[in-house]
Nanobody, 124 residues
Framework: QEQFVESGGGSVQPGGSLRLSCAAS????????VGWFRQAPGKDREFVAR????????????????RFTISRDNAKNTVYLQMNSLKPEDAAVYNCAACTYYIC?????????WGQGTQVTVSS
């Protein structure tokens, strides 16, 4: 089955850091832009960050800009999300997915191969 497998979530205090990993399973992700999304209880899924096929271009939601960094290693078929200075409002289930549209924006509808996600909890 073609999907991503996310890992690296956990519980941290405000101001802490986590590094999430997203490994492609059953397909090669090098042909796709990849995005990270998150969903908190009772809220819609929201865009967090996106990285282009080669890794040369990235984009971020305003809420995480300057704190989160997305990167990829196509040789390892894996995308990463380094999260620093975490805030309670960053708590959510984080998923990654591949953009299968010609033009990739922030809409989850343009992404496929979703994994199960990894939980991030930020509390003191």
């Amino acid at each position: 089955q073609e999907q991503f497998v996310e890992s690296g979530g956990g519980s941290v205090q405000p101001g802490g850091s986590l590094r999430l990993s997203c490994a492609a399973s059953g397909f090669s992700m090098e042909n796709y832009d990849v995005g990270w999304f998150r969903q908190a209880p009772g809220k819609d899924r929201e865009f967090v960050a996106r990285i282009s096929k080669s890794g040369s271009s990235t984009s971020y939601a305003d809420s995480v800009k300057g704190r989160f960094t997305i990167s990829r290693d196509n040789a390892k078929n894996t995308v990463y999300l380094q999260m620093n200075s975490l805030k309670p409002e960053d708590a959510a289930v984080y998923n990654c997915a591949a953009c299968t549209y010609y033009i990739c924006s922030t809409s989850p509808n343009e992404y496929n191969y979703w994994g199960q996600g990894t939980q991030v909890t930020v509390s003191s």
